[in-house]
């Protein structure tokens, strides 16, 4: 055989990396350092693990090479089970070994709890702060982001290395994904069947994040004049994103009529911002005909339609890059929106953040001056397009619990005053729903503060006390022209449901992500506690643990409302159907013996039932979660029955063999269920008793105290 010098033009070789020799040395040695550490839990028992107890102490630092790691103190919090307990290795740390398989699903990166170690930078003792935001903490040293704890057990690799990788934090709706989050269902199932389940979808929604490929042979021609004409009809009147007063239509309007109209059209070149806002109203336009005559299939491939968009994103660097008017922010901003929907890619990050920063490069934030005499039109106009990307970016921070791009307090530019599109009821929508989109970034500036400081329970109640009681003033103050009627379930006539929809739902999203903090194994702040906070906190947490179960059932009460079609943001058909699905799943598997979670199973079948729809309906959309969590939630209850019946008849047949002799045993005998409806009566008394026990009402805490998850 010929070597391989000899076949230079097939043959790639790579030159070596400088340092990768280094590097590799690294990481062999912190692999040998790992396998040191862990030998004991793979191949010992619980029992042969150092003694835990309710007093402090002091932990001996994992011996790494080249790691910054200072000793810490831990607790055993009253919130967290028996079983739980033992799973806690002395450097805080899990034993479980759910994850050491390697998974042939691509990377995702889902933020672990763990991942950071607060008693390196935060200060043990936090005082009382006066604001409702806690304090900000101090920027973390190099040596910090150098532990072994920063890996939450999902990448195989680096994540610069790994094509795949996607980021969503722990407030995000596929957190459950995480390996602290499969470590905890895992625990309470008793089953590992979970892993696979919550790897596929956090694969699969990650996948859709970006595109294979975006080279095109040919462009997509531009529509005949009628065409143009029906499509911008139907993106100003029917579509969603052509109601919130992005684009001024008769503005627009004008200019298409001039286009047509001129012989020598302005080429790409000469105006790319023209011809990336025409393209993309075209896409979007043709996406609302193409269903309301054919009922195609939802894969954004098929039909002109994603022609006209790639048309548009090919002068993306030029609408950034070049200079451009406010015309280049509207188009960017109407792309994002037009990936927004479930038949496309979820393009809609970088979009958005892309046309949010190019906003604020042109100073769309800030109000006006008053020396520029900007007509009123243009006025409203500037503000309508920059808060609808307020608004989308803060969304998408909400559902991916990503950084935000922009503070509240760097904001000046003033709400509309007046609707851009004649419509007042359009504007009521506009306005309360940049209402919520501030409330939002405060829930999510306040919780990521939170779990990078130690604040006292108090402390922590009270910012999420005032942060529920801000978001229910803001709901309640909403008109009756954009909310649903309560009493005989009628949508306002003056607008678009989907806007009504998304108020609704995201009224009951951001109540599940403030409580879910007490809630969720693994989503919960590092708090401290004293031993007087123990018995408020267990009734702050029930009270956290109903009302987040509550708000689940009320999202998926008013799925039926939902029209599915290529045009339905992907917000309403799985990010809010899947937010109440993984709350509702989480908190049967808390409390698998009440005597209500027969109708919370049927709630997660009526999720189920509604992802089945979209299957169906779209033909290329797939969502085994949900079926496979009803599944597993449905085993684990009918498991925790036999147990609870198991344990009752045992009970009873000791009482019985106690009582031999007398005619004490000969009724316990009996009350037993022997053959008789009496047992069915006692299993019930089991349960009843059973669900009411202490240890339920420590069940749903999953805090930790002193211990970092």
């Known amino acids: 055989m010929a070597p391989a010098a000899d076949l230079t033009l097939f043959c790639i070789n790579y030159g070596a990396r400088k340092g990768d020799f280094n590097v590799m040395e690294e990481r062999l040695s912190h692999l040998e350092t790992f396998f040191n550490h862990t030998d004991e839990t793979l191949i010992g028992s619980v029992q042969d693990m150092p003694p835990r107890g309710p007093t402090e102490a002091v932990v001996e630092p994992v011996s790494v090479p080249n790691v910054a790691y200072e000793p810490h103190t831990f607790q055993q919090s009253p919130f967290i089970s028996r079983s739980e307990q033992e799973d806690i290795r002395p450097d805080g740390s899990w034993s479980s070994n759910i994850y050491r398989r390697n998974s042939p699903m691509p990377s995702v990166a889902v933020d672990d709890g763990r991942a950071v170690d607060n008693q390196q930078y935060i200060p043990r003792e936090s005082s009382a702060q006066v604001s409702d935001d806690p304090p900000v903490p101090s920027t973390p040293t190099l040596s910090s982001f150098s532990s072994t704890l920063e890996d939450d057990g999902i990448s195989m690799r680096p994540p610069e ?10 407030g995000s709706f596929i957190s459950i994904c995480s390996k602290p989050g499969i470590e905890w269902v895992c625990r309470r199932t008793g089953s590992t069947d979970f892993e696979k389940t919550a790897r596929k979808l956090a694969s699969d929604v990650c996948y859709r994040l970006k595109l294979e490929d975006l080279t095109t042979t040919a462009k997509e021609p531009e529509p005949g004049e009628a065409d143009a004409w029906a499509y911008t009809c139907a993106y100003f009147e029917e579509s969603v994103e052509g109601s919130i007063g992005l684009v001024y239509r008769p503005q627009f309007e004008n200019l298409l009529r001039a286009h047509f109209q001129q012989e020598h059209t302005p080429t790409v070149d000469q105006d790319p911002a023209w011809y990336a806002l025409r393209y993309i109203i075209y896409a979007a336009g043709w996406r609302v005909q193409s269903w309301k005559k054919s009922y195609a299939d939802y894969h954004y491939a098929r039909g002109p339609g994603w022609g006209y968009f790639t048309n548009a994103l090919s002068v993306h660097s030029k609408l950034l890059y070049c200079r451009t008017s406010l015309m280049a922010i509207q188009a960017l901003a109407a792309m994002s929106m037009y990936v927004e929907c479930i038949g496309c890619p979820a393009l809609d990050w970088m979009l958005c953040l892309n046309a949010m920063k190019l906003a604020e490069s042109k100073g769309l934030h800030t109000r006006p001056a008053t020396a520029w005499n900007l007509p009123d039109t243009a006025l409203q106009l500037r503000s309508h397009v920059w808060w609808s990307l307020f608004v989308y970016e803060r969304h998408i921070v909400y559902r991916s619990a990503r950084p935000l791009a922009i503070d509240d307090d760097d904001i000046t530019c003033q709400l509309p005053e007046k609707p851009i599109d004649g419509n007042a009821t359009n504007l009521d929508y506009f306005v309360h729903v940049v209402k919520h989109a501030q409330i939002s970034g405060r829930i999510a500036r306040a919780i990521t503060r939170l779990r990078k400081s130690k604040q006292s329970f108090h402390e922590v109640k009270r910012i999420l006390t005032t942060l529920q009681s801000t978001l229910d003033q803001w709901y309640e103050s909403l008109p009756t022209t954009v909310r649903i009627d309560t009493t005989t379930n009628e949508f306002p006539r003056d607008l678009h449901p989907m806007k009504t929809l998304y108020l609704l739902f995201s009224y009951y999203g951001s109540t599940i992500s403030i409580n879910s903090v007490m809630v969720n ?16 906190a267990r009734d702050f947490i029930s009270q956290c643990t109903e009302v987040v179960a509550e708000a689940a059932r009320n999202i998926v009460r008013n799925l039926r409302h939902v029209a599915i079609t290529p045009s339905t943001p992907k917000c309403l058909v799985y990010v809010f159907p899947l937010t109440a699905l993984i709350a509702l799943f989480a908190h049967v598997l808390k409390f698998p013996d009440r005597p209500a979670v027969g109708a919370d199973i049927q709630f997660m079948d009526m999720v189920a039932g509604h992802m089945n729809y979209v299957e169906f309906a ?12 009803v599944n597993l939630a449905r085993f684990t209850v009918m498991k925790a029955g036999q147990q ?36 069915a009566a006692a299993v019930t008394d089991g349960l009843m008793m059973h669900m009411t026990s ?3 009402l420590t069940r749903p805490s999953s805090l930790t105290a002193d211990v970092n998850i």
């Open 161 to 170: 290395e790994e094509m795949t990788f996607e980021y969503h934090g722990l």
């Open 521 to 536: 194994f693994w989503n919960t702040l590092p708090i401290h506690f004293e031993a007087t906070h123990y018995d408020e």
């Open 618 to 629: 779209s033909a290329d959309l797939h969502f085994p979660f949900a079926r496979d969590v």
């Open 644 to 679: 609870t019946a198991r344990r009752t008849t045992t009970g009873s047949w000791s009482k019985a063999m106690r009582g031999v002799g007398d005619g004490a045993g000969t009724e316990a005998v009996k009350s037993a269920g022997v053959g008789g409806a009496a047992g």
């Open 694 to 696: 202490p240890e339920d």
